[in-house]
């Protein structure tokens, strides 16, 4: 079915933050003496509220409390590190900004929280350029649920099927799979063929080139 609207997911997708992430998360488990059992394993939060990744990493049900205390002490070393702004991913501005000319409905729908998300995008330049934009305060359950996709599409008025979504992660591509929407890969932190095993049509590096219709 023709797309006719854009959503985007924020981190890997707008901003190359991944880097600030994974040593964020690093260094919260460094705190806790606790030694992770795969090199890569930032990529069990890839997508996911913070306060859902905390139980993953520490591979043990943490009481919500705990796990708001802890996600809360992430976000403080993301904030630290990200001081200095995470740079777009390339390519993307000069893509939102054509799909602005053309009029094509542009929404964002992030794990991240307002405070965190609204100043990044500030930062380069896009947050106008956005008519919707939905954090994990706006939602009750984190990707893989498709809520914060489905909300983004309500905000643009939209039917789901008639929404394009950029995703990098596998939670990501599950959610908005879910809510019956095309996607469309970005690289940033899996490789294409896990993308597209996800759900993604197909998988891009970066938006350099790319033009719209998509």
């Known amino acids: 079915m023709e797309s006719r609207a ?14 600030h992430h994974r040593q964020a998360w690093r260094a919260l488990l460094d705190e ?3 030694t992770p059992s795969q ?13 859902e ?9 943490t009481p919500l409390p705990e796990a708001r205390r802890l996600a809360e002490r992430k976000q403080h070393h993301y904030r630290r590190l990200s001081r200095q702004g995470s740079p777009p991913v390339r390519g993307v501005v000069a893509f939102v900004d054509d799909l602005a000319a053309r009029g094509v409905p542009r929404a964002v729908a992030t ?10 995008l500030e930062r380069i330049g896009l947050r106008d350029r956005f008519d919707v934009v939905v954090t994990a305060e706006d939602v009750r359950r984190g990707k893989p649920d498709p809520e914060v996709y489905l909300r983004a599409a309500r905000g643009l008025g939209h039917e789901p099927a008639h929404c394009l979504v950029f995703e990098d992660a596998l939670v990501g591509v599950r959610a908005a ?16 063929t896990e993308l597209c095993a996800a759900g993604a049509e197909r998988a891009i ?3 350099e080139g790319f033009t719209w219709p998509a």
């Open 6 to 19: 854009v959503i985007f997911d924020m981190d890997g997708v707008l901003l190359d933050s991944g880097a």
């Open 111 to 120: 794990s991240a929280s307002r405070a965190d998300a609204e100043p990044m």
């Open 32 to 34: 806790l003496g606790v």
């Open 53 to 61: 990744a905390v139980s993953l990493l520490l591979d043990r049900a």
């Open 39 to 51: 090199p890569d394993f930032w990529r069990l939060t890839i997508g996911r509220p913070s306060v």
């Open 177 to 192: 799979r879910s809510a019956g929407m095309r996607v469309i890969g970005v690289s940033t932190a899996h490789t294409q």
């Open 205 to 207: 590096d970066h938006f």
